[in-house]
């Protein structure tokens, strides 16, 4: 019995080519990361500064001044009501548009090709980016919050409810149509109850993520908690800064839970 | 009266599924078709009612021909055609009444649907054909909570409730276990004869159709190539039915439900 020796037998995991591309492909990455380190310019003496800086910036912010807590509540209030007006008026917009950008739904293409444009629009544009623009439209305070936080809800409760109404179970909506009822019908009884648990909990989703931006739209003039913190920042009041920022973290573990709490109930 | 005349059914370009069929459905009779998989049987039932559009020739129910309807009297003459089917295509998430009174969808107003009011004697009517079939007791109850039998109540139920000139059955025992499925069966037969009600039905259990229904209709290729009473379908009137698809298959047909629930599809 002759056996093959072990030097006439050889394995490579690569190709000689495939090992040139990996190599080549590491190069390229390697090549972005540095350049894109060397472009931005970073001032080093205020990195190595920055510990320095956190426990200055603490020492000033302790203890929270309290002395401003009914106006910080009576603003997290605010920023809860708009968070909470925007997503229901985004919920009863984005209805229609689901509607028509789902493929099984759509009446024809043009409507489908409308509403998938005006979920793209939606969602391309960040927050507050629609604040900015809403602000200088109708001017400083909640109503520009509210249309800019609706404005980028309509685009992700319109595409994830889209979704929903593409995956709805067929055979339900034939059975309706071949009773002899009229479209809207089937609408309302083979299709919404199929959709109706992504919906609620895509609301109840959305509104978590609403109620988080809009303690940021302040910043840009668009009311909510916001207004009052950029202020508190501007006068290097840190106290009171310390105060809002813990109001915040509480409002959004609240609102957490509750939207945890919810989405238990409705599924 | 249920006439149809030169039924041809070609999807895209591709060969006929239907090659001009002919079949008159008189009167009050329960009407068994039998056929392999793919002779054409679930697209003859739906271009009945024009789930599937067919390409030619004519179909009368009653005297109104179905095939040139447009939209809304297509939706009217649908009113008057129950249909059940192999999956029972219930809303799962609906209650049985809510599934039941869908066959009532083509006449009430819109806002009577979305409220859930419906007519009193719609109600009373669902609750007598729910008492009927045995499931009366879950009209609160989701459908999705029922087992196979009693999904397939409702949904003979549901078509019942529209009042139909005629039922439609699509495999509507294929999906149940044997017990259920001969219930299904003598339900079917039993409400044909008290409505005075024909029953079209899709089957691949030969054994019930020879059981439950007085003519049965043999399919092969988009043509009706048998049509008797269950006593004239003999072994060569089998063969010629099923023959060239897998022994297997036959077999499974020929056999009783105590053997096997036959899904052979």
Known sequence: MTQQTVAERTWARYTPQQRWKRFLTMLVVAAAVVWAVESIDIIWPWVWDAPAQVGDLFGRMVPPDVSNLRAILWALVETLNIATIATFVAIFLSLPIAYIAAQNTTPNRFTLWLGRFILVSSRSVNTLIWALLFVAIFGPGVLAGIIAIMFRSIGFLGKLLGEAIEEIDRRPVEALEATGASRAKVVLYAIVPQVMPTFFAVGILRWDINLRESTVLGLVGAGGIGVILQGAIDTLAWQTVATILLAIIALVILGEALAAWLRKKVI | ?265
């Open chain 2, 1 to 265: 009266m249920l006439r149809i005349q030169n039924l041809i059914k070609r999807y895209g370009h591709g060969e006929p599924v239907l090659r001009g069929l002919d079949l008159d459905v008189p009167g009050e009779s329960v009407v068994s078709i039998i056929g392999a998989s793919g002779a054409g049987k679930s697209t003859l039932l739906r271009c009945i009612n024009r789930l599937v559009e067919p390409t030619e020739g004519s179909i009368e129910l009653n005297g109104l021909e179905l095939t040139h309807l447009k939209r809304e009297e297509l939706r009217k003459a649908r009113r008057r055609i129950g249909m059940i089917f192999q999956g029972f295509n219930l809303v799962d998430r609906l209650t049985v009444m809510e599934n039941v009174q869908c066959g009532r969808l083509g006449y009430i107003p819109y806002w009577r649907a979305a409220l859930r009011k419906y007519p009193a004697e719609d109600i009373e009517r669902a609750y007598h054909l729910m008492e009927r079939v045995g499931i009366a007791h879950y009209a609160n109850k989701r459908a999705d909570a029922l087992s196979g039998g009693e999904r397939q109540r409702v949904g003979v139920v549901r078509a019942l409730m529209q009042q139909p000139e005629i039922l439609l059955a699509d495999e509507p025992t294929a999906s149940l276990d044997p017990v259920s499925s001969r219930q299904i069966m003598e339900l079917l037969q039993t409400l044909s004869q008290e409505l005075s009600l024909p029953v079209l039905i899709n089957i691949h259990n030969v054994a019930e159709a020879r059981e439950y229904t007085q003519r049965i209709v043999g399919m092969r290729f988009g043509k009706l190539i048998f049509d008797g009473v269950p006593a004239d379908l003999d072994q060569e009137a089998m063969d010629a039915v099923y023959s060239g698809t897998p022994g297997e298959a036959r077999q499974q047909a020929e056999s009783g439900p105590a053997h096997s629930p036959a899904v052979v599809s």
